[in-house]
């Protein structure tokens, strides 16, 4: 089989400053042609992963079936001649971030993974990252494994490949219980569906209802609602469903936990028109804005959010300040999160490929800028200084998370810790850096009340993973220990 030519990639100066999304999972069981309806799960889950995507379809006559490709669903995966070569009531789904493994871009790194064991063939989609796959890869490959792939998620195949256990959800748990770090899984035979999170429950997973006997599995519940589907509930944390004929059976491998949901979910990754938790996650942001604004007060004219995942919380802000909410920066829609080939004048003109100013809003105006987060803190100058050249008096951010000064380890791509603005600098020191008049984060507590905490977060028994604002990493990143990362210090 020929691999796709791979797209020559350079990442866009607006992208490199933020945190980037994980990857979305999607599965169907119960409806005729259930590739169309992962395709169309894919693209609503497509924020979650732009570099390519994959599905596994299995049909009774034909077997399984797979398509896996760079770029976006809309441009791969609505074409007829490549949804006819994927029939079948049973189909799995992924689309692709990497956070773990090659950068390239490779055909083999694209999910859904397939193996075909004594038992018959199993496809599996992962969202998450493993923090032991580093040395559960020396392991597999010293035994005689072989490895096809730079994904930490392969070696979830290779262990289900040397258990002894006869059903294949069995040889799943058997694997994921070797694994550290974080999961949700989608899983396909030839007739089950089956879904898994770690027991903290750091990543999404919910499962949902599809006409008279379908089942779905999903990322997020927008993904639910583009295909008509019911929301059942989310999948607890180390909770594993299967199912098969109508029948869901539900099982604990992993004992039962509380959880540690990833917080920056409520903050960025989730769609807005998602529920987590039974929480409308718009509405967890706009509360952000609102945490914010009575915690960072200031005087101003406009506030203005950083599009566009800084527009509910700039709603919030508004509503409880009584500062008019505008549009004061317009996002290009058209623009792709990368470039194909551009050339060095173009790289250069940076945030303004994909931002650009309304100057006749701003001239004069004190400015509120109402941001999801500073990774790096270089666009957020960049913006600044987009916002000045249009003539506005002063400008003033708020950032609708805390400082990030610890990288993500658990499927979220972050820079290195010696990368992060806030590893590096405090608050004031940031300000001076970006050239702000004013720069204030919520507070841990304030994102805390905002996700429904009333009481803010509990030092003893945090609610959510936030080790990329905390250092507490609720599972130790065993590969990076060893390569010398330090862990948080009593001191700091």
């Known amino acids: 089989m020929?691999?796709?030519?791979?797209?020559?990639?350079?990442?866009?100066?607006?992208?490199?400053?933020?945190?980037?999304?994980?990857?979305?999972?999607?599965?169907?069981?119960?409806?005729?042609?259930?590739?169309?309806?992962?395709?169309?799960?894919?693209?609503?889950?497509?924020?979650?992963?732009?570099?390519?995507?994959?599905?596994?379809?299995?049909?009774?006559?034909?077997?399984?079936?797979?398509?896996?490709?760079?770029?976006?669903?809309?441009?791969?995966?609505?074409?007829?001649?490549?949804?006819?070569?994927?029939?079948?009531?049973?189909?799995?789904?992924?689309?692709?971030?990497?956070?773990?493994?090659?950068?390239?871009a490779v055909i083999r790194d694209v999910q859904p993974f397939f193996g075909e064991f004594s038992m018959g063939g199993c496809a599996i989609a992962h969202n998450g990252n493993l923090t032991n796959a580093?040395?559960?890869?020396?392991?597999?490959?010293?035994?005689?494994?072989?490895?096809?792939?730079?994904?930490?998620?392969?070696?979830?195949?290779?262990?289900?490949?040397?258990?002894?256990?006869k059903q294949h959800a069995d040889r799943i748990a058997d694997a994921l219980r070797r694994v550290e770090g974080a999961f949700s899984v989608v899983a396909m035979t030839r007739t089950k569906l089956i879904g898994v999170r770690d027991?903290?429950?750091?990543?999404?997973?919910?499962?949902?209802?599809?006409?008279?006997?379908?089942?779905?599995?999903?990322?997020?519940?927008?993904?639910?609602?583009?295909?008509?589907?019911?929301?059942?509930?989310?999948?607890?944390?180390?909770e594993m469903v299967v199912i098969q004929d109508g029948h869901i059976e539900s099982s604990r491998p992993f004992g039962n936990s509380k959880g540690r949901f990833c917080i920056f979910e409520h903050v960025y990754f989730s769609r807005p028109d998602s529920i987590i938790g039974g929480r409308s996650v718009y509405e967890t942001r706009r509360q952000i804005g609102v945490e914010l604004a009575r915690e960072a007060p200031v005087e101003a004219d406009l506030v203005c959010p950083v599009p566009d995942s800084g527009t509910p919380a700039a709603i919030g802000y508004s509503q409880e300040?009584?500062?008019?909410?505008?549009?004061?920066?317009?996002?290009?829609?058209?623009?792709?999160?990368?470039?194909?080939?551009?050339?060095?004048?173009?790289?250069?003109?940076?945030?303004?490929?994909?931002?650009?100013v309304n100057k006749s809003l701003v001239k004069g105006k004190r400015v509120i800028l109402v941001d999801d987060s500073v990774v790096r803190g270089t666009t957020s100058r960049k913006i600044k200084e987009m916002i000045l050249e249009a003539g506005a008096a002063e400008v003033h951010f708020r950032i609708a998370s805390p400082p990030t000064a610890w990288p993500c380890f658990y499927g979220v791509d972050t820079p290195d810790r010696s990368k992060l603005l806030a590893a590096k600098m405090t608050e004031e020191e940031m300000r001076d850096w970006i050239g702000v008049n004013s720069l204030k984060f919520i507070s841990l507590d304030g994102l805390y009340r905002a996700a429904g905490e009333a009481e803010g977060r509990d030092p003893a028994r945090p609610q959510y993973c936030d080790a990329c604002f905390s250092g507490d990493y609720p599972i130790a990143p065993s590969d990076k220990i060893e390569q010398g990362f330090q862990m948080k210090t009593a001191a700091e």
């Open 2 to 104: 020929t691999e796709p030519a791979s797209p020559v990639q350079f990442s866009h100066p607006f992208d490199y400053d933020k945190l980037k999304e994980e990857c979305g999972v999607f599965g169907v069981i119960g409806v005729n042609d259930a590739a169309n309806f992962v395709a169309l799960g894919l693209h609503a889950l497509q924020h979650r992963g732009q570099e390519a995507g994959g599905i596994v379809a299995h049909d009774p006559a034909k077997g399984f079936n797979s398509a896996h490709r760079f770029g976006y669903v809309r441009d791969n995966f609505t074409k007829a001649s490549l949804m006819e070569t994927l029939p079948g009531p049973l189909a799995i789904g992924h689309v692709r971030y990497s956070t773990a493994g090659s950068k390239a």
């Open 134 to 165: 580093d040395a559960l890869r020396r392991e597999l490959i010293e035994r005689g494994a072989i490895f096809q792939s730079s994904s930490d998620s392969e070696c979830i195949i290779h262990l289900m490949a040397r258990s002894i256990q």
């Open 199 to 238: 027991a903290l429950g750091v990543r999404p997973l919910v499962l949902g209802r599809l006409g008279d006997n379908g089942y779905v599995l999903s990322s997020e519940t927008c993904a639910l609602d583009i295909i008509g589907a019911e929301f059942l509930r989310e999948i607890e944390p180390g």
């Open 321 to 356: 300040s009584g500062i008019p909410f505008a549009l004061g920066i317009t996002r290009n829609q058209y623009m792709g999160r990368t470039f194909i080939e551009p050339t060095e004048q173009i790289r250069n003109m940076g945030v303004r490929l994909k931002l650009n």
